[in-house]
C-alpha cells in the first residue's frame, strides 16, 4: 500500500504532463492565428460589392471586412447634379488656351502653355501659418485597413477611424465621426467621396481626412452635404472640394489644391468644368475660416442659390486663390445674399481676371475688413458684377 505522499508525487507526473501538452497546442494555435493575421495580404485580394456596417457593434466596426455583400442602395445625385453622361473614354488631352499677355503670377503655369485637360491646376507651395501636408489629412504614422467598395453608414454615433476606402462613403445616421482616413473616390459618374446628403446624416464629423478621385475624370466631388463639420483634411485632384447643400456647415483648417478642370466636361453639357475649391448651393450658418485653397479655375468660393437661399456665411482667415474671382458671389434670381461677411483673409495673386478676389452684385451686401493681398499686404477692394 503507497502511502498519502506517494500517491500525489504519482498524481503530479501526469498532471505535469498534461499541463505540458495543453501548453503546446496553445501555442501552436496562438502561432497559427499570428500567421493568418500577418502573413496575408494587408487588403482583400479582389473588389467586392458594397457592404454596409450599420449593423456591426461598436468593437467590430473598422475590423477585417467579413460580411457578405449587401444590395447597392440607390444614391441621390448631388444637388448639383442635371446630367448622368458618363466621360468619354481614350479623349486625347486638349490644352486650355492661354493669355500669353498675361504676366505669369503665382500659381500659373511657366511660359505660354496650359495645362492639359484634366491634369490639375498648379498650386504655389503652402504659406507659412496656412494649412498644408505637415497639419492636414491623415496623420503620418496612421496605419490604414483597407476597403474596397462603398462604404454606408447607417449607424447613430458611429465612429470610423484609419480606413483607406477605395470606394464612396455615405452617411445616413446623424452625428458620424470619420477621421483619420483616406477616400479614394472611383471614377465614372458624378459622385462624392464623402457624402451626408439625405435627411439623415445630420452632425457629421469630417477630420483628418484625405480625399482624392482615383484617376482623372470629370464628376467627383470631394465632401457633398449639409449640417456638417469638416476639419484638418486634405482634398485635392477632384473637380468641387467642398459641395454645401444646405445649412449649419464649418469648414476650417483644411487644404485644398490641385481641382481637376476639364475644358469639355460631360456634367456641363460639354462645355468647361465649373470647379470650385467651395461650392455653396443653398443653406445658412456657414463658416469657412482658416482654410488654405489654391488650383480652382472657378472660383475659390462660389455661392449660387442653385436650390435655395442662402445666408449668414463668414469667411473669415483664410488663404484664398484660385479662379476667375476667388470669392464669387452670384443671386440666381432668388434676391441678395444676406448676412455676407467676409474678414481677415489674405488673398493670393492668382485669380484669372487680375486682381478681383471678391465679385459681388451691387443689391447683395457684404461686410468686409481686414482683407489682404498675401504679397504686398495692401487691402482688397470688392469688384461689383
Same mark, same amino acid.
Given at each position: 500500500?503507497?502511502?498519502?505522499?506517494?500517491?500525489? $508525487?504519482?498524481?503530479?507526473?501526469?498532471? $505535469?504532463?498534461? @499541463?505540458?501538452?495543453?501548453?503546446?497546442?496553445?501555442?501552436?494555435?496562438?502561432?497559427?492565428s499570428t500567421y493568418a493575421l500577418t502573413s496575408g495580404p494587408a487588403e482583400e485580394p479582389t473588389p467586392r460589392a458594397e457592404r454596409n456596417y450599420g449593423d456591426l457593434p461598436p468593437d467590430d466596426f473598422g475590423g477585417p471586412v467579413t460580411l457578405t455583400p449587401s444590395p447597392s442602395p440607390s444614391v441621390s445625385p448631388s444637388a448639383s447634379s442635371t446630367r448622368s453622361a458618363k466621360p468619354s473614354d481614350g479623349a486625347e488631352p486638349k490644352k486650355r488656351p492661354t493669355d500669353s499677355g498675361k504676366p505669369n503670377r503665382s500659381g500659373d503655369r511657366p511660359g505660354e502653355q496650359g495645362p492639359r485637360e484634366g491634369e490639375p491646376l498648379s498650386s504655389p507651395p503652402p504659406a507659412g501659418g496656412a494649412p498644408g501636408p505637415g497639419d492636414t489629412g491623415v496623420p503620418p504614422k496612421k496605419k490604414l485597413r483597407v476597403h474596397r467598395g462603398d462604404l454606408i453608414i447607417r449607424t447613430p454615433g458611429r465612429v470610423v477611424d484609419g480606413l483607406e476606402v477605395h470606394g464612396k462613403v455615405s452617411v445616413e445616421a446623424p452625428n458620424v465621426t470619420i477621421r483619420n482616413t483616406k477616400v479614394i473616390v472611383p471614377t465614372g459618374s458624378e459622385t462624392a467621396g464623402i457624402s451626408n446628403n439625405n435627411d439623415n446624416g445630420h452632425g457629421?464629423?469630417?477630420?483628418?481626412?484625405?480625399?482624392?478621385?482615383?484617376?482623372?475624370?470629370?464628376?467627383?466631388?470631394?465632401?457633398?452635404?449639409?449640417?456638417?463639420? @469638416?476639419?484638418?483634411?486634405?482634398?485635392h485632384h477632384v473637380t468641387d472640394q467642398v459641395h454645401i447643400t444646405g445649412s449649419n456647415v464649418t469648414v476650417r483648417d483644411n487644404w485644398f489644391h490641385d481641382n481637376y478642370h476639364f475644358e469639355s466636361d460631360p456634367y456641363q453639357g460639354g462645355g468647361a468644368s465649373h470647379d470650385d475649391s467651395i461650392q455653396i448651393i443653398g443653406g445658412g450658418n456657414i463658416t469657412i475660416a482658416s482654410n488654405r485653397f489654391t488650383g480652382a479655375y472657378n472660383a475659390g468660393v462660389q455661392i449660387t442659390q442653385s436650390i435655395r437661399d442662402v445666408n449668414g456665411v463668414t469667411i473669415r482667415d483664410n488663404l484664398l486663390g484660385?479662379?476667375?474671382?476667388?470669392?464669387?458671389?452670384?443671386?440666381?434670381? $432668388?434676391?441678395?445674399? $444676406?448676412?455676407m461677411v467676409i474678414r481677415d483673409n489674405r488673398f493670393l495673386s492668382d485669380q484669372r481676371i487680375d486682381g478681383c478676389a471678391i465679385i459681388h452684385p451691387s443689391s447683395t451686401k457684404v461686410s468686409h475688413s481686414g482683407n489682404v493681398w498675401d504679397d504686398t499686404g495692401r487691402p482688397v477692394a470688392l469688384s461689383r458684377g
Open positions: 500500500m503507497q502511502s498519502p505522499q506517494e500517491g500525489v $508525487r504519482l498524481l503530479a507526473v501526469p498532471s $505535469r504532463v498534461l @499541463l505540458l501538452g495543453i501548453s503546446t497546442v496553445a501555442t501552436v494555435v496562438a502561432l497559427g457629421m464629423l469630417v477630420s483628418n481626412v484625405e480625399v482624392m478621385a482615383a484617376n482623372a475624370a470629370p464628376g467627383v466631388n470631394g465632401v457633398v452635404g449639409h449640417d456638417f463639420t @469638416l476639419e484638418d483634411s486634405e482634398i484660385g479662379g476667375g474671382c476667388t470669392v464669387n458671389i452670384a443671386e440666381k434670381g $432668388r434676391g441678395p445674399v $444676406r448676412g
